[in-house]
C-alpha cells in the first residue's frame, strides 16, 4: 500500500500564511498619487521582485493594498524591501524612511518588522517648475538630481538631490497649451497666446521644428515655448 501525504513547500506555507518581515509603502505627496506615476513604481517593484526570485525562491508578496492614496506591499524579507525602496528613490527622486514595530521575541531576541516609507516629491518629470527664482521644465530626474532646461534661454542645468527639494512647481503637464504658430523667423516664431488670443513673439532653441501649433506655458502674463 501507498500512502499518499499532501504538503506545501516552504515557500508557498508562507505565501498562504501572509508572511512578510517588512511593508514597503507608496505614496505621493498628496493625498493621492498619480495614477500614471503609481502604476510605474507598482510594476518596477513587481518587476525587481521577480528578478530576485529567480535566484531566491524566499523572496515574494504576500499582499498588496491600497492605503491612503497609496500601495502598501506587505514583503518578505527585508532586505529586499530595503532594496527596492533605493531604488525607487533613485528612479523618482523620492524620499524614504524606514521605521521599525516590535512583534515579539525569538530565542530570546527581540523580533521587528520593518516599514519602508517612499514618498514622491511634488514635482514629476515634466513640470514647469522654479529654481532660484527662474522658470525651468523639468526634463529629467535621476540618482544624481535632476536636469532642467530654462524657459529663458534652453540651456540645460544640472542640480543636485539635495536642491531638488528646493524647487517649486509652477505648473504641470496641463497647464502646458498648444498655440497656433502665425508666422516665422530666424530663432523666433509668433504665435497666438491661446489665453489671450494676443499675438505674442517667442524665442525658439536652435534647430528646433516648428510645426504648426507649438507647446507654450503662462506664467504671470508671459508666454513661454516648451520645447
Given at each position: 500500500m501507498v500512502r499518499l501525504k499532501n504538503t506545501v513547500c516552504h515557500r508557498c506555507s508562507r505565501q498562504l500564511g501572509n508572511y512578510y518581515e517588512a511593508i514597503?509603502?507608496?505614496r505621493g505627496s498628496n493625498k493621492d498619487m498619480d495614477k500614471g506615476v503609481r502604476d510605474a513604481m507598482m510594476n518596477r517593484v513587481l518587476d525587481k521582485v521577480e528578478a530576485a526570485a529567480v535566484n531566491n525562491r524566499q523572496m515574494f508578496i504576500s499582499k498588496v493594498q491600497e492605503m491612503h492614496g497609496g500601495l502598501d506591499f506587505y514583503m518578505s524579507s527585508m532586505?529586499?524591501?530595503k532594496g527596492i525602496a533605493r531604488d525607487l528613490s533613485h528612479e523618482f527622486g523620492a524620499e524614504v524612511k524606514e521605521s521599525s514595530t516590535l512583534v515579539g521575541k525569538k530565542d530570546g531576541d527581540d523580533m521587528y518588522r520593518l516599514t519602508?516609507?517612499?514618498r514622491l516629491p511634488p514635482y514629476k518629470l515634466?513640470?514647469?517648475v522654479e529654481h532660484q527664482g527662474k522658470p525651468y521644465h523639468?526634463?529629467?530626474i535621476n540618482k544624481q538630481g535632476g536636469k532642467l532646461l530654462s524657459l529663458n534661454d534652453f540651456r540645460i542645468t544640472s542640480i543636485r538631490?539635495?536642491?531638488m527639494h528646493s524647487i517649486k512647481v509652477l505648473g504641470t503637464e496641463k497647464?502646458?497649451?498648444?498655440?497656433v504658430v502665425?508666422?516665422?523667423y530666424d530663432g523666433e516664431v509668433q504665435v497666438l497666446n491661446p489665453f489671450t488670443y494676443a499675438t505674442v513673439a517667442l524665442r525658439v532653441p536652435q534647430g528646433y521644428d516648428v510645426g504648426e501649433t507649438v507647446r507654450v506655458f503662462s506664467l504671470e502674463g508671459d508666454l513661454f515655448l516648451i520645447p
Open positions: 514597503l509603502q507608496l532586505s529586499l524591501s519602508y516609507l517612499v515634466g513640470d514647469v523639468l526634463v529629467q538631490p539635495m536642491e497647464d502646458i497649451a498648444d498655440a502665425v508666422a516665422r
